[in-house]
């Protein structure tokens, strides 16, 4: 069975860096897309950032290109933010199994998902 665990958020003010983990158990498919998806209070689960680490293919909202970073090192999956704005205040999740090399596309949909964590809280104020 998969689990995965994540921590790293908190609070920090705009302009400021926060590394989220997700910490992976059980056994994953190789080829299939994984992430990170984030939810607004009041708002719909969107995608953030996506990798697929067979061949290094990593994808991003335009929200948030240039200033996060997903990577993957062994069994835990990071999602590093940088220059953080209010508006990536958010419930973050981490989310396993999605499409085969992600499909190419940063439009990555909740229903493609296996696999996701509890949730970690970003909040971004002064």
């Known amino acids: 069975e998969v689990q995965l665990v994540e921590s790293g958020g908190g609070l920090v003010q705009p302009g400021g860096s926060l590394r989220l983990s997700c910490a992976i158990s059980?056994?994953?498919?190789?080829?299939?897309?994984m992430g990170w998806f984030r939810q607004a209070p009041g708002k719909e689960r969107e995608g953030v950032a996506f990798?697929?680490?067979?061949?290094?293919s990593r994808y991003y909202v335009s929200s948030v290109k240039g200033r996060f970073t997903v990577s993957r090192d062994g069994s835990t999956l990071y999602l590093e933010m940088k220059s953080l704005k209010p508006e990536d205040t958010a419930m973050y999740y981490c989310?396993?199994?999605?499409?085969?090399?992600?499909?190419?596309?940063?439009?990555?949909?909740?229903?493609?998902?296996?696999?996701w964590g509890q949730g970690t809280q970003v909040t971004v104020s002064s």
């Open positions: 990798t697929d680490p067979s061949i290094g």
């Open positions: 059980g056994y994953i498919k190789s080829g299939l897309c």
């Open positions: 989310a396993l199994e999605g499409p085969w090399r992600c499909g190419g596309t940063n439009d990555q949909r909740v229903r493609d998902y296996d696999y």
